[in-house]
């Protein structure tokens, strides 16, 4: 049963809410915003990158359409804007909380200061960021993940598929988060094959110009790596990562996804066959864990990590010839246990 002080304020307020929510990113709700129900549950606000990104967002979104099918409540989901400020996120969570919904969370590191913000002033509503473990407050949770595990996996793949002896690593920004997937997937080629050399490179310095969310410069970078004899690339990059697994059709080499199973992803469907694996993290089950405390009266706070114990964290076997393929799951499965047994210790950075 969901709480009494849930139930949301009717009428005119709530009409002016929705028109201010709108003011700072594009939202689309279950319901009409104008009705008042005392059923709101999980909000979610957008990464760099917004829904339709095959990856990261769409995951988050997944988690939220899962638990509106199975609670029964009213949902949002709000788009990013250009250029926006701290200020501009923070009254994004600001005015989710205060039309009713909860949990409310921002997906991305990028919403720290804003999570901090909106969870002082609503502090009886349930925040999580995800990608972020600095926000510490009794309201909110840190959904995070050991990326550099899943990606450690993706660097033993890369490894024992490479023929030219030469793979790439495309990261969105350069920034700690990105920092993981290079030094997981580093080592996992590495400690598999030390003579396969290791091609990285980031997008941008900054999310603002476009790291996460420009599929032309990841085409572009992968079309570089492949001039350099690379035949594995493995991104980290959101939206751009589109653009890797396009070169990487385009010049018939293999691609390795990232965050969700992108050989599954219809967008991607007729790039697919050059999608060799994906690194996923599962921001889905991550979104719907804490709505479900939520729904259960037992909210999650804290820090929350997800890693390949946890099962939160692995490689996708949906592409036939990489499932198949009883030396490389072999190899990939041996790691595996050494990771969860901490007899491999993978690099964060």
């Not at 139930?7 to 700072?24: K, R, Y």
């Not at 701290?86 to 989710?96: G, I, M, P």
């Not at 396009?246 to 066959?273: P, R």
Request: net charge negative; glycine share 10%.
């Amino acid at each position: 049963m969901r709480r009494i002080s849930r139930i949301t304020v009717a009428g005119a307020a709530t009409a002016s809410l929705a028109l201010a929510l709108s003011a700072c990113g594009g939202t689309s709700t279950s319901s009409s915003s104008s009705e008042s129900k005392g059923d709101k549950g999980l909000a979610i606000a957008y990464d760099v990158g917004g829904k339709g990104d095959q990856s990261f967002n769409d995951a988050a979104y997944a988690g939220l359409e899962q638990a509106k099918k199975e609670f029964g409540y009213e949902t949002a989901d709000v788009e990013p804007t250009d250029g926006e400020t701290d200020a501009d996120k923070e009254q994004r969570l600001v005015s989710l909380a205060k039309q009713g919904y909860n949990p409310v969370v921002g997906v991305g590191y990028a919403y720290a200061a804003a999570v901090k913000g909106a969870a002082e002033k609503y502090p009886d509503t349930t925040f999580g960021i995800v990608d972020d473990a600095t926000v510490e407050a009794k309201n909110v949770a840190d959904l995070v993940f050991s990326e550099e595990e899943a990606s450690y996996l993706a660097g033993v793949a890369a490894a024992k598929s490479t023929e030219t002896k030469t793979v790439g690593f495309v990261g969105g920004v350069d920034i700690p988060l990105i920092h993981k997937f290079r030094a997981g997937f580093e080592q996992g080629v590495k400690d598999t094959d030390p003579k396969v050399k290791v091609i990285p490179q980031f997008l941008t310095q900054t999310a603002e110009e476009g790291g996460f969310s420009s599929p032309d410069k990841g085409k572009s970078a992968a079309e570089g790596q492949i001039e350099k004899k690379a035949d594995v690339i493995y991104a980290a990059a959101g939206l751009s990562g589109q653009g890797v697994i396009e070169a990487a059709a385009a010049n018939k080499v293999w691609a390795i996804g990232v965050d969700s199973d992108q050989y599954q992803q219809a967008a991607l469907a007729k790039y697919k066959d050059s999608i060799l694996t994906s690194a996923m993290k599962d921001v889905a089950k991550a979104v719907y864990n804490l709505a479900k405390s939520v729904e259960d009266g037992k909210p999650t706070t804290g820090i929350v990590k997800g890693d390949l114990k946890t099962g939160e964290v692995s490689l996708s076997n949906s592409n036939p010839k990489f499932a198949d393929d009883a030396e490389l799951q072999k190899a990939i499965e041996t790691a595996k246990e050494k990771i969860i047994s901490g007899e491999i210790k993978v690099k964060s950075s």
